[in-house]
């Protein structure tokens, strides 16, 4: 199946400070990324929809300018949580839908674990 | 609105089958997915449900009906890696085809 790659898989910071997650698709194209956060317990929730080449869509409620996002070509895409706080820790994950696959099957990355001190 | 209920806990026997239910009220239908996410992974890919019926893939299985808006997983010969959460998804909005996920159910397997 494809394979999609997150890095860092874990990162403890200072509040105040940004953080950037990549995420890349390995051993396919994708022209749509998407980036997920996920609570302890809680199922994932979409932050937001990165398009190759165009401006990320967010969903209600998400701060595009704390959560940056850039989808410089089509197989990698960054997150960039800027000015952390605590609130923000959480499991962020992303996934990448192969161009090719009808359907719009998600490959899921293994996850970044941010801890906000 | 967007909604996908699922139970949030179960407990099956080694070697059982077992029968994950799914019911979801969604503005526009793509596909229905699941998924299994073991603790503090990411989720992998199950299954993908389009049309109504029964797909089957090794000891895995899953049922759509897009008019009782109702899916299930069937998973059988229960083995103890199989405790995982499962989660229900459903591909929404046209091309871009964003999922919105349910709130997992949590399989755990007794010897």
């Known amino acids: 199946g494809a394979v999609v790659s997150q890095h860092p898989s874990r990162v403890i910071c200072k509040s105040g400070t940004s953080v950037k997650i990549e995420c890349r698709s390995l051993d396919f194209q994708a022209t749509t990324m998407f980036w997920y956060r996920q609570f302890p317990k809680q199922s994932l929730m979409l932050m937001a929809t990165?398009?190759?080449?165009?401006?990320?869509?967010?969903e209600q409620g998400v701060e595009k300018d704390k959560f940056l996002i850039n989808h410089a070509s089509l197989t990698l895409s960054t997150l960039t949580v800027t000015s952390a706080h605590p609130e923000d820790s959480s499991f962020y994950i992303c996934?990448?839908?192969?161009?090719?696959?009808?359907?719009?099957?998600?490959?899921f990355g293994p996850g970044t674990r941010l801890l906000v001190l | 609105g967007q909604n996908i209920d699922q139970p949030t806990e179960m407990t099956a026997t080694e070697g059982a089958i077992v029968q994950i239910n799914c019911t979801y009220q969604t503005s526009g239908f793509n596909g229905l997915f699941w998924y299994q996410q073991h603790a503090g992974e990411a989720p992998t890919f199950l299954s993908y449900n389009v049309l109504d019926g029964l797909e089957e893939k090794g000891r895995f299985s899953s049922f759509l009906s897009r008019s009782k808006g109702y899916s299930y997983l069937l998973l059988k010969e229960l083995q103890m890696k199989d405790s995982a959460s499962y989660l229900c998804a459903v591909s929404y909005g046209g091309a871009t085809n964003k999922l919105i996920f349910g709130t997992g159910t949590l399989l755990a397997v007794q010897p």
């Open positions: 990165s398009n190759e080449g165009s401006k990320a869509t967010y």
């Open positions: 996934s990448a839908r192969e161009r090719r696959l009808a359907g719009g099957t998600q490959y």
